[in-house]
């Protein structure tokens, strides 16, 4: 309310400045100037007063994005669902997805399909991902593939490394795989990298390197530390040299009540493999207004 009241008087005081400014040397038209000069004012009060609500829908859009934080935190929005002005001005946390042209993210009854696009520009590879989670696939500019439980903040999302350099999934040590997933730009460093990162365990299964890993998101809200326990199951699809990897994700508290059980559920059903081939040419979707796209 005193923000309000504030722009009012920030508002009307060149108009009460104006009905001032009015001079009545003349006694004849005195009366004249100073209905005109009352016009005036009524005038630009009224123009100020229908200025307002878009000062004040704006100052609404600020604070509604700022909940973006608890939403990445823990999957809800304090403010309600992520809309459009809570992505607006936000930058895509870099995951390393690049999706092929002419293909969309499809989810049908839990089941997760996507084909996207490693290597270099100069020699681009096509791949089918796959997978199955119970959460509702996200939309929008800050996701690439992404499934999330709104209530809960347990969810799933789908990165791409690095090159691997003609490493083994063996061979790679467990950074190679963090560099991606904590980098500053990551999908956990939204506001910043997580603290306490450690790799619980890293084991290879039929094929597949498995990482548990531990870490603590800092709020920007409150400041407080929420720790958070990941499984990570990365793959390197035949021919290319990037590793293809599915991170799902919960709360150490909901991790140590069944939440880990989901999780190695949908990781489990993880798949990546090259595309069939076909005479068409490997092309980027554009998702930067026009911007380099660059694997």
């Excluded at 600020?62 to 992505?87: A, C, H, K, P, Y």
């Excluded at 199955?132 to 799933?156: F, H, I, M, N, W």
Aim: with cysteine; net charge positive; proline share 4%.
């Amino acid at each position: 309310m005193k923000f309000l009241a504030i722009l009012a008087l920030c508002y009307s005081f060149p108009a009460a400045l104006a009905f001032s400014s009015v001079k009545c040397n003349n006694p004849s038209t005195s009366k004249s100037a100073l209905h005109a000069s009352r016009r005036d004012v009524i005038a630009t009060a009224t123009a100020s007063m229908l200025a307002l609500p878009s000062v004040v829908n704006a100052a609404a859009a600020v604070q509604d994005s700022l909940g973006i934080d608890e939403f990445l935190r823990t999957g809800v929005d304090g403010g309600g669902n992520m809309g459009v002005s809570s992505q607006a001005g936000k930058s895509r946390p870099q995951t390393g997805v690049v999706f092929r042209d002419g293909t969309d993210v499809l989810q049908k009854k839990g089941d997760v399909s996507a084909e996207i696009l490693v290597g270099t520009k100069a020699d681009p590879k096509s791949v089918l991902i796959s997978f199955t989670a119970p959460y509702k696939l996200e939309t929008g500019s800050v996701y690439d593939v992404e499934c999330r439980d709104q209530k809960t903040g347990d969810g799933a999302f789908l990165a791409v490394t690095e090159k691997t350099d003609g490493k083994s999934l063996e061979d790679l040590d467990s950074s190679f795989f963090m560099k991606r997933l904590f980098d500053p730009t990551g999908r956990f460093s939204f506001y910043g990298p997580p603290t306490d990162v450690k790799v619980k365990k890293s084991t290879m299964v039929e094929g597949n390197r498995l990482l548990e890993v531990s870490f603590s998101n800092l709020s920007q809200s409150t400041n407080a530390e929420i720790p958070r326990t990941a499984l990570v199951v990365a793959t390197i699809p035949k021919g290319t040299d990037n590793a293809v990897m599915l991170v799902a994700s919960a709360n150490a508290s909901r991790w140590k009540k069944g939440a880990n059980v989901a999780s190695k559920t949908i990781v489990d059903s993880f798949s990546a493999i090259p595309s069939p081939k076909t005479s068409m040419k490997l092309r980027a979707k554009d998702r930067t207004n026009g911007a380099s796209i660059d694997f």
